[in-house]
C-alpha cells in the first residue's frame, strides 16, 4: 500500500488523498491557518459522529475499510516475516557500532522467531525445529 506524501521538497510526511501539502506546508503554501484548524475540526466531528453509531466498521472511510478487510484476508503472516528479514539486513549493512547492532540483532530476531512460531501455528506445523536452528544461529553470532 503506498500513501501521498507532501509536495514541498524533503518533507516527507502523508497526506490524504485528496490534499497536495501536510498541515504544516498547507499554511506556509497560502492557506489560512483557520482553514487548517476547520478542516481538523470537521474530520473530528465527522469521526465523533461515526463513533455514536457504535459500529467498529463505521469508525473509518470506505477506501480504508476495504484496505483493512483486504488485509485482514491475508492468512498468515509472510509480509510482515519478510519485512522482518529486511529490517534484519538492513541492520546489519548500515550500523558499525557493534554493541548497538548486536542489540538491534537481538531484538529484530526475537521478534522473527515469535512471527514464524506464529506462522507455523498458523499453518500447523510445528516451531521447534526452527526455534532450534535460530537459536544455533545466534549462539554462533555470539561467538
Same mark, same amino acid.
Given at each position: 500500500?503506498?500513501?501521498?506524501?507532501?509536495?514541498?521538497?524533503?518533507?516527507?510526511?502523508?497526506?490524504?488523498?485528496?490534499?497536495?501539502?501536510?498541515?504544516?506546508?498547507?499554511?506556509?503554501?497560502?492557506?489560512?491557518?483557520?482553514? +487548517?484548524?476547520?478542516?481538523? #475540526? /470537521?474530520?473530528? &466531528? !465527522?469521526?465523533? @459522529?461515526?463513533? =455514536?453509531?457504535?459500529?467498529?466498521? *463505521?469508525?473509518?472511510?470506505?477506501?480504508?475499510?476495504?484496505?483493512?478487510?483486504?488485509?485482514?484476508?491475508?492468512?498468515?503472516?509472510?509480509?510482515?516475516?519478510?519485512?522482518?528479514?529486511? +529490517?534484519?539486513?538492513?541492520? #546489519? /549493512?548500515?550500523? &558499525? !557500532?557493534?554493541? @548497538?547492532?548486536? =542489540?538491534?540483532?537481538?531484538?529484530? *530476531?526475537?521478534?522473527?522467531?515469535?512471527?514464524?512460531?506464529?506462522?507455523?501455528?498458523?499453518?500447523?506445523?510445528?516451531?521447534?525445529?526452527?526455534?532450534?536452528?535460530?537459536?544455533?544461529?545466534?549462539?554462533?553470532?555470539?561467538?
Amino acid at each position: 500500500m503506498t500513501g501521498r506524501r507532501c509536495a514541498t521538497p524533503r518533507c516527507g510526511r502523508f497526506v490524504r488523498l485528496e490534499e497536495v501539502w501536510c498541515a504544516t506546508h498547507r499554511v506556509a503554501a497560502g492557506e489560512e491557518p483557520g482553514a +487548517v484548524f476547520e478542516t481538523a #475540526l /470537521a474530520r473530528r &466531528e !465527522d469521526f465523533q @459522529r461515526r463513533l =455514536a453509531v457504535g459500529e467498529y466498521r *463505521a469508525l473509518f472511510e470506505t477506501r480504508l475499510r476495504e484496505v483493512i478487510t483486504q488485509a485482514a484476508a491475508e492468512q498468515g503472516l509472510a509480509d510482515e516475516i519478510g519485512a522482518l528479514r529486511f +529490517v534484519l539486513a538492513r541492520l #546489519l /549493512a548500515e550500523e &558499525e !557500532d557493534t554493541v @548497538r547492532l548486536a =542489540a538491534g540483532v537481538a531484538r529484530v *530476531a526475537s521478534v522473527a522467531i515469535q512471527a514464524a512460531r506464529a506462522q507455523r501455528a498458523i499453518s500447523g506445523e510445528r516451531a521447534e525445529a526452527l526455534t532450534g536452528a535460530i537459536a544455533r544461529l545466534l549462539i554462533e553470532l555470539d561467538e
